[in-house]
Structure formats: C-alpha cells, structure tokens
C-alpha cells in the first residue's frame, strides 16, 4: 500500500473518531527493510521512522540523516542498558521504557549529556510472560517513579496479544495514560492502526502496510 494511502486512512480514522485532523503521527517502521524502500518512503517526504534494533538503527540513520537531518527516528523495539546511551544519541523518542533500571540509567545519562529522548511506558497489557513492559497494575507507580527522576514521560506504548482483540488492549491503554495525565499513546501496527486511532492513538507504527512484507534477515 503507499505512503499516501495509509496517511489517507489515518486521517479518514481520525475524521472517524472525531479527533484533531493530524493528531496521529504516522511512525514509518523501516527495520530489516533495505534501503531502497527507506530512500523510496524519505522522496515522498516522510519524515518519522521505527526502528527496533539500536545496531541497525545506528548503521542506517547517520547515513540518510546526511542528506534528511529533520529526520525524526522512534526506538520501539526491547532496549538493553548497555545500548541506553546510543539509543539515547540517535533517537528522538524511545518507546520501550519497561523498568527501573532502564529508567536509572536514562536518568543518569540525561544529566551527563544534558538532554533526553521523549519517553514512553511500555505496558504489557496482556500479561504475557515472553513480552516486554510493566504490568498494568504496576504502571501507574513505574509512571511516577520515572517521573520521580525527571524523565520526559510523554505517553505510554503497547503491543496487544496477537490473538486478541486489539481493542481492550488500546482502551487499557489510554485509561492508564489519563488517569496518569500522560498525552501521548503510541499503538496500533499494520493491521489495526484505524482502531487504535478510535480509541485515541497519538502515534501509529506502521511497518509492513507501508513498505511491503518484511525481507527475512540473513541468518
Ligand atoms: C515491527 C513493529 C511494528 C510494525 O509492525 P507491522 O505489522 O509491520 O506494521 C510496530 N511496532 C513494533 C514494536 C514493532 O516491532
């Protein structure tokens, strides 16, 4: 599907749902993509990309940030803390803020460097063992012990159970994030981003929709 089609769709779901005309930023998620789609997506004029690997992050985005330096890269992927300052280096939003040492050491590097990426909460809002984020019974005090740092908490981000409907997930999602008066809300993927636009998404990441099914990486 293209660029535009998608933007379309976000817009008509935002008409939808009664929302602020582009109150949705369209997060292009270029991991394992090759670098012809990225250029391809970077000529049409976008601007904000995914990725969920430091490493490749940072062996793409120096490059096309030569020729696009307005470009805006969101980290969404599991972060290590050894990866923290690098991270912390190349993007401008990290989605994937899950745990208190993670929050300690974006603490102390924010000093260091005197300067920070927007935040999001992670939150594993279906409970599942092998999945990244807090639990939502212990967001709201994970919330405010990130706070409690200084970390710039804008929003919160999640990934719902493959095999659930999406919607209890975003709706979970977005009551957590008023009642901790957070604005942002980054949900909804390729197959369900108008829904998660419904009940209230700030940011979309759309991946195989927009550039096609992803090349399966080298093993
Ligand atoms: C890969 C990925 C996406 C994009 O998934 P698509 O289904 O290709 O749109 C979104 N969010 C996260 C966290 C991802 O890792």
Redesign the pocket.
């Known amino acids: 599907m293209s660029l535009s089609e998608i933007t379309d769709r976000i817009r008509a779901a935002e008409r939808k749902a009664a929302r602020p005309e582009g109150g949705t930023t369209l997060i292009a998620?270029s991991?394992v993509q090759p670098n012809e789609r990225v250029q391809a997506i970077l000529d049409q004029g976008h601007r904000v990309f995914?990725e969920?690997r430091v490493q490749e992050a940072a062996g793409k985005w120096p490059d096309f940030r030569q020729d696009f330096p307005e470009v805006e890269l969101h980290l969404?992927?599991p972060l290590q803390t050894n990866k923290a300052r690098q991270a912390m280096e190349l993007a401008q939003a990290i989605?994937t803020l899950d745990r208190p040492k993670l929050a300690k050491t974006f603490a102390r590097l924010a000093q260091e460097m005197g300067q920070c990426p927007d935040l999001f909460v992670q939150v594993n809002t279906g409970e599942e063992p092998q999945k990244a984020g807090v639990i939502p019974s212990e967001a709201d005090a994970f919330i405010k012990e990130a706070q409690g740092m200084d970390l710039p908490v804008r929003g919160l981000m999640c990934?719902p159970p493959v095999d659930e409907e999406p919607s209890l997930h975003f709706a979970l999602l977005a009551k957590i994030a008023e009642r901790n008066g957070l604005p942002d809300l980054s949900m909804g993927?390729?197959?369900d981003f108008e829904k998660a636009i419904a009940f209230g998404a700030t940011h979309v990441?759309?991946?195989?929709?927009i550039f096609g099914e992803?090349v399966p990486p080298a093993t």
Request: glycine share 24%; aromatic share 0%; proline share 0%.
């Open positions: 998620v991991k995914g969920n969404i992927g989605h990934i993927m390729s197959g990441r759309v991946g195989s929709a992803r």
